[in-house]
């Protein structure tokens, strides 16, 4: 009878495995199953890598290694309810589950590591979905948030506390800028810029400072980066403050220089997973080594085709070595694409398989075939923008939305041509990698606040609000206080909390001690726990009379500024309902600091998105455009002549076409003014590799050339501050002489393509336009240039 039991578990085992993971493809189901030793995952482009990774982290969490483990623990009874399973579709039992698994891994001992917070949300999300309180229990996080808390249990090690604050790439900026002034270094014959750059790179590579100026040689300009990244870590450890590359370089030191840690960590993460591992630097490939050990359990899902971030230190070699780092390493293939059509994988493919540093795959998919790739020549950038908005706006008009449509272009400048013709146009628009919410003034004040409450040690954000709003409180005064705190081995806030016991502090002690006074408080509160984080921050705003300090809250500036202020109280409390009990201003702040861009896109927001083809990784849209497909532009000029550059920028192409679901277009023009000269580019190379039976040409006949003394189209800076004039001026008289040639006047009903009927509600004249206020019955109120608007009366 045992035998027969175990003749059976050994037939039943999985197929009832292979039919609770049935949503997902054979190869899919490999990787999932796969869960002992070393694994490589190449995942194409669409290929659902995410649904892999929360697939395989559930069979660890359910089943454990039940699909290779041939251990029978299966009694009569559940071997009948499996059967039952499989032919009559019989939910299986718990206990029956139960007995199914072999050796189930605690969700805690499972670490997923992804780039982003929104691709870690997700991931959290949807094992939350899948697993209920289990996947909750899962650390799935970014590298640096995954950095930031082991730092935060065991930086004492390195001489941390557990309050240290993380800078941000303005704190970064600030800093250096006050390091090379130390050292008397003129900006323009080396600028901050070029310093920081220089030294994430050597914290990418794992280059201590003493490293650095010992490899600096004879060289006068390195050794000047060496003295300037040596005072800059100095100046960081004594404000007990870490920037970005820190969190990584300093948990590799942690772990290499303390093996109780370590074995801690090990023993801790008994299942690694690594999503996009194609974008991993040195440090990153380092510290994963060390969690996992020589023959851990580590996935590593990613795709070498899409390598496209070189730039900041990824690099690919850490894909393409990864049987050769682990020689036991088992590849699989994901090449199945779920998201696009037949025709734009198969241009995807086309371009991508002139790299030659790629390990191989080819994408497919059971979508349709779908339209050809429209290809654009146009005169111009201007005429550029006329035909993608046009594109759109009948597309709307024909019934998708704004969302649908995506604009990836190579760099952010390409961006000025589009945004004026949209805002003449009234097309609703974001640009992602703009100004960002936490980087606006109001916004990086109030952090500054939240941070020095947190960690009073924070020299750079306590010198950003000691005089927001005005103290009265000067550098000299500062820097004397700077001082004193270096002769005393203390923080500047203790020497501020202090002012009346220093004889140079003594004129202005009182301001000083106010200041300290008030910040105490703030400190008390926050360290007694019994107020929530919003009426800490309330509190804040209250006592400093910042919202007064900015203004008259008539002005519209001021109300946008107070309308932030506001939003980040909705953040702080969002943030706390979130995290309930393990809220704290701790956690707070660390989430803010390690935000990034992609991280606040909304795709809920009914608005065409534009942004670069490197923000647009991870991202998907029905219709994508990819204005400036140039040589000289993309490629870039530098790139053409670097075989190496030019893969990555062909890995890049590669990115960008994938990202289209349904409609690509790739345009071009004949000529384009960058950085303020007129170049006339070929078609890109990356254009040309795409077969041509894949492809739809159009080109611009012509194109309305202004005649000569017309004024030019206004900067969309201007059309802004205008149509705000307008909604303040609503019926403004205007000259005779304008209305008569007005086409359009107050009150007129008229009808526009995409956004429907409305009413004209103001006519601002404007250049050689006017800017038309309309009230649209279904879209809402839009400002539109009357000569881009199209449209009709009603």
Request: hydrophobic share 35%; with cysteine; charged share 25%.
């Amino acid at each position: 009878m045992v035998s027969l039991l175990s003749e059976a578990s050994l037939q039943l085992r999985r197929q009832v495995l292979e039919k609770e993971f049935s949503r997902i493809n054979d190869r899919q189901r490999e990787a999932v199953f796969t869960v002992n030793g070393p694994l490589l995952v190449l995942a194409g482009a669409g290929s659902g890598k995410t649904t892999v990774l929360v697939n395989r982290i559930a069979n660890l969490i359910r089943y454990g290694s039940a699909y290779q483990d041939t251990a029978s623990q299966l009694s009569e009874q559940d071997i009948a309810d499996m059967q039952e399973y499989l032919h009559h579709d019989t939910p299986l039992s718990e206990i029956t589950r139960s007995h199914l698994a072999v050796s189930p891994v605690a969700p805690w001992h499972i670490l997923a590591i992804t780039f982003t917070n929104k691709a870690a949300g997700e991931l959290k999300q949807r094992l939350a979905n899948m697993l209920g309180e289990a996947g909750s229990q899962v650390w799935a996080s970014t590298f640096h948030s995954s950095c930031a808390r082991i730092l935060r249990q065991f930086g004492d090690r390195l001489d941390y506390s557990t309050h240290f604050t993380i800078y941000d790439s303005d704190d970064s900026k600030r800093l250096m800028k006050n390091c090379l002034k130390e050292l008397g270094v003129d900006e323009k014959i080396l600028s901050c810029k070029v310093v920081l750059n220089e030294i994430s790179r050597a914290k990418d590579t794992l280059t201590t400072p003493k490293a650095y100026q010992q490899a600096a040689g004879d060289d006068n300009r390195t050794a000047t980066i060496a003295r300037a990244y040596q005072m800059y870590q100095q100046h960081l450890k004594e404000a007990d403050a870490m920037d970005f590359d820190d969190l990584i370089s300093c948990t590799v030191q942690l772990l290499q220089e303390n093996p109780d840690v370590l074995e801690h960590f090990q023993k801790k993460f008994r299942y690694i997973m690594v999503d996009e591992y194609q974008d991993t630097d040195h440090a990153q490939y380092v510290l994963i080594k060390l969690l996992a050990g020589t023959d851990g359990n580590l996935c590593v899902v990613g795709d070498d085709d899409q390598s496209i971030y070189k730039f900041r230190g990824a690099t690919i070699e850490n894909i393409l070595s990864f049987e050769k780092t682990f020689p036991t390493a088992k590849t699989i293939r994901l090449e199945q694409n779920y998201r696009s059509t037949q025709t734009i994988l198969n241009a995807a493919n086309a371009v991508i398989s002139n790299n030659k540093e790629r390990k191989g795959k080819t994408l497919w998919t059971k979508n349709p075939v779908g339209s050809k790739i429209q290809t654009h020549t146009a005169i111009n950038e201007q005429d550029e923008a006329d035909y993608i908005g046009k594109q759109i706006l009948e597309g709307v008009a024909d019934g998708r939305k704004f969302s649908d449509y995506a604009i990836l272009y190579r760099m952010n400048t390409q961006s000025s041509a589009l945004e004026k013709n949209f805002v003449k146009s009234g097309i609703p628009y974001r640009i992602i990698g703009g100004l960002r919410f936490y980087e606006r003034k109001e916004i990086r004040d109030m952090i500054a606040y939240l941070s020095v409450i947190n960690n009073a040690s924070d020299e750079m954000r306590l010198r950003r609000i000691i005089n927001q709003p005005k103290r009265s409180i000067g550098d000299k005064t500062l820097a004397a206080a700077s001082q004193i705190a270096d002769q005393l081995g203390e923080s500047v806030f203790y020497v501020i909390d202090h002012a009346n016991e220093f004889e140079p502090l003594k004129r202005t002690a009182p301001k000083l001690l106010q200041f300290a006074h008030i910040m105490r408080g703030f400190m008390d509160m926050n360290e007694s726990g019994s107020h929530t984080l919003k009426e800490l921050y309330d509190k804040v705003l209250e006592d400093t009379n910042y919202i007064a300090s900015l203004g008259n809250p008539a002005n519209l500036e001021v109300q946008d500024r107070i309308s932030n202020l506001r939003q980040l109280e909705s953040n702080i409390q969002q943030y706390e309902e979130e995290n309930g009990e393990l809220a704290s201003l701790d956690g707070f702040l660390q989430e803010v600091s390690l935000m990034t861009d992609i991280d606040n896109y909304d795709d809920k927001a009914d608005t065409v998105v534009m942004m670069t083809m490197h923000s647009a990784k991870g991202l998907e849209f029905p219709v994508v455009f990819l204005p400036g497909f140039e040589d000289g532009i993309f490629p870039g000029v530098q790139a053409i002549y670097s075989p190496e550059q030019l893969e990555e920028e062909r890995r890049l192409a590669y990115v960008a076409i994938t990202r289209a679901r349904e409609q690509l277009y790739i345009l071009n023009a004949q000529s384009r003014m960058i950085f303020g000269s007129t170049n006339r580019n070929r078609p890109s190379r990356f254009l040309q590799e795409i077969p041509e039976e894949l492809m739809e040409h159009t080109a611009a006949r012509s194109w309305k050339q202004p005649k000569p003394g017309t004024a030019l189209p206004v900067s969309s800076k201007e059309v802004r501050e205008a149509a705000m004039e307008s909604a303040l001026h609503f019926g403004a008289p205007q000259s005779a002489q304008a209305h008569k040639a007005l086409q359009f006047r107050p009150g007129d009903q008229v009808e526009h393509r995409a956004f429907g009927k409305g009413m004209v509600l103001s006519v601002t004249p404007m250049g050689n336009d006017h800017l038309l206020e309309i009230a649209f019955e279904s879209k809402g109120t839009k400002r539109i240039m009357a000569n881009f608007a199209h449209l009709k009366r009603a």
